[in-house]
């Protein structure tokens, strides 16, 4: 296996015999992933670079090396595979057909013959998100994690946001991944748009994010940005002077038992803690 450097924190073995949920995050040169019990204890956040991208024998295999690491029993009430990708669509349940699948698709994006297509149902919107994703990757892990559901970072992303207390004003979600960026954008309780665009530095980000939002006509006072993934201090600070209430989303309330997780900067886990 490639060299690999971990990062992970991890609590005591008693709470982990708690029933818990795996998140897993993939990224181009590893993964991310977090153990948190089902009443909210986050026990393990942990990351895993490699030097070079890896197979997706060696990809799983360093997963469970990562979960053995954190002392966590494989036995999960959930496990969940994060995909980012940028091929993908919403389609509202009451208007889903499965067999269109790859017609959705198509409709918005070029797709070749070996493309493999996944979805997954959001109750929250009450849609089904189309996707595709690596069928290499995905079976790997099937067979190494059976039973993990496999989602998108926009099933993630958009339900952040569908399960906000007041939704009678404009929200707009910002999730920031190497080279890329994510946006969400509801009003009065509906999606607006969920997106992704690729972005080579920090004024295409915000000039993009602009443009979202002067498109579809949220520019309002009472408008509310929240920004995840990988934002820096630099960054946050130019959105405040463009936009009048921002935030870094940090992801689901939770508790713990070591105080390590003090250090840990949630804001840029929040799909693998929300």
Not at 119 to 133: C, H, N, P, V
Not at 143 to 156: F, R, Y
Not at 170 to 195: K, V
Request: aromatic share 8%; proline share 5%.
């Amino acid at each position: 296996m490639p060299q690999i450097v971990s990062d992970i924190i991890s609590t005591d073995n008693a709470v982990a015999t708690n029933e818990k949920r795996l998140s897993i995050c993939l990224r181009s040169n590893g993964f991310s992933f977090s153990i948190v019990t089902t009443d909210g204890v986050l026990l393990t956040c942990g990351e895993v670079d490699a030097q070079q991208p890896l197979s997706p024998s060696d990809l799983t295999n360093a997963v469970i090396q990562a979960i053995g690491e954190s002392d966590a029993p494989l036995v999960f009430k959930e496990m969940r595979l994060i995909i980012p990708t940028m091929q993908f669509a919403w389609i509202p349940a009451h208007l889903y057909v499965q067999r269109h699948d790859r017609q959705y698709l198509a409709t918005i994006t070029k797709l070749s013959e070996t493309d493999v297509i996944y979805r997954s149902f959001s109750k929250s919107l009450d849609s089904y998100l189309i996707f595709t994703a690596p069928s290499a990757v995905v079976n790997a892990f099937k067979i190494a994690l059976p039973g993990i559901d496999i989602v998108c970072q926009h099933h993630i992303l958009s339900e952040i946001v569908a399960n906000t207390p007041n939704r009678s004003h404009p929200l707009m979600l910002l999730h920031l991944r190497p080279q890329a960026a994510d946006i969400e954008a509801f009003y009065n309780g509906r999606l607006l748009l969920s997106s992704s665009r690729q972005v080579q530095n920090e004024d295409e980000i915000l000039y993009h994010t602009i443009n979202v939002m002067k498109h579809l006509h949220l520019e309002t006072p009472d408008m509310e940005l929240s920004i995840c993934g990988q934002v820096d201090r630099d960054t946050f600070a130019r959105f405040q002077h463009f936009f009048p209430n921002v935030s870094l989303y940090t992801g689901k309330p939770h508790t713990y038992h070591n105080p390590d997780f003090q250090t840990l900067h949630t804001y840029k886990h929040a799909l693998i803690l929300s």
